[in-house]
């Protein structure tokens, strides 16, 4: 397993390497098997669509929801595509990593002109990153 900010800094990378080659406008589904690839190529561990089990006051969900990529065990990667991101986009990632009690977390919008507006991590519980390119946004 990598260490935390080498995980979050090559999907960060292979993002970005993804948006500048493909562009905007494209399906979500695209960008998943994109990333996907790029991040086992490089050699890290990769789930898509995981599907996550939870209990809710007694009541189990099986499928409760789904993860776009689970990354090395470890970061939750949300994709989206569209032209601005809801302030429900960074909730739903926060809410997805304390159901699973993972700590970090990156929500990426291939949908923006350019990726660095598209890019935040989200994290539950963790501190800050001494790493400048890896800012913490908080909720």
Do not use: W
Not at 13 to 30: F, Q
Not at 31 to 39: I, K, M, P, Q, S
Not at 64 to 90: C, M, N, Q, Y
Not at 93 to 112: E, P
Request: proline share 4%; charged share 25%.
């Amino acid at each position: 397993m990598h260490e935390l900010d080498d995980v979050t800094g090559a999907i960060i990378d292979s993002a970005i390497k993804i948006h500048r080659e493909l562009g905007p406008g494209l399906l979500e589904s695209v960008y998943e098997l994109a990333l996907t690839g790029l991040l086992l190529r490089s050699g890290f561990q990769v789930e898509r669509q995981k599907p996550i089990r939870f209990e809710y006051d007694g009541i189990v969900f099986d499928e409760g929801f789904r993860l776009d990529l689970l990354v090395d065990g470890a970061v939750i990667v949300e994709i989206k595509s569209v032209e601005t991101l809801a302030p429900v986009h960074s909730k739903q990632l926060l809410t997805y990593l304390r159901l699973t009690d993972r700590r970090v977390g990156l929500l990426i919008n291939f949908g923006c002109a350019t990726l660095k507006e598209g890019l935040h991590r989200i994290v539950n519980g963790l501190t800050p990153s001494a790493s400048p390119r890896l800012r913490v946004n908080r909720l």
